[in-house]
């Protein structure tokens, strides 16, 4: 029994974009309708989400069943990051990573030795509980786990050449919301000065041979045109949320059905 080859990696190696959705309804049918509709990976976002493990397994399940491959955002707890990747997620997105330390933090979670410093469990879920062996499991996670980071402070902008020189971080995604935030220019996501920091940011992790990950509104009027600008400055670009998606739909379709 093998554990195949991450999808996601391995296009991003062959020099493919690469486009997700971030999956905020703890639902397995949201997930499979992501897969269904073509989506090359789900990212779960239990950083700003309520959800359990159990929710997350059965969203890992579901995303298996429909094809699309399951990433989880989450917060930097290596208790959770072993629990998510145990569980079968092929890569994570960790926000607000300010510092060398933190970066080294993530991959110490994320990463078996020699990379990184994390225990051994013989009977996780992505083990078939145990029926591929601990050894073949960390050789294979240290090769096709995706891993990001995201950089959403000044402090982060800061230490970001030292961030970036941590080894086992494969990602570098801005926050624009936190930082507008950081920036003094809260609610101003798309302000010049951010998006200048941003690309101060990208430009950085592409030097040092980083994928880049970037969130974009597939409901702008200028969506084609940005996609296709973004094409060639990104390997990695999510189409927004699945909540706003769902609520600007509902509220389209009210609206239309009231005027008419």
Known sequence: MELKKNPVKEKIRNGQTVFGIYIGVASPTMVELAGYAGFDFVRIDASHNAYDITAIVGMIRAAEASGVTPM?????????????????????????????????????AVHFAP???????????ITRYGAI????????????????????????????????????IDMIGSGRGDLANALGLTGQKN???VLALEEKIFAAARQRGKCVS???????PDFAQTVAAWKTKAQVITLGHDLTLIRRNFADAIKTARQG
């Open 191 to 193: 302000h010049p000065d």
């Open 214 to 220: 970037v969130n974009l509104d597939p409901t702008a």
């Open 115 to 125: 990379m990184g410093d994390r225990g051994t469990y013989a009977a996780s879920r």
């Open 72 to 108: 989880v955002r989450l917060d930097n707890d290596p208790h959770l990051i072993a629990n998510v990747l145990e569980a079968g997620a092929m890569g994570l997105f960790i926000p607000d990573v300010s510092s060398p330390e933190k970066a080294r933090s993530v991959v110490d």
């Open 133 to 168: 062996s601990s050894g073949d499991y960390a050789k294979w996670s240290n090769e096709e786990l995706l891993v990001g980071i995201q950089i959403e402070s000044r402090e982060a902008a800061d230490n970001l050449e030292k961030t970036l020189a941590v080894d086992g």
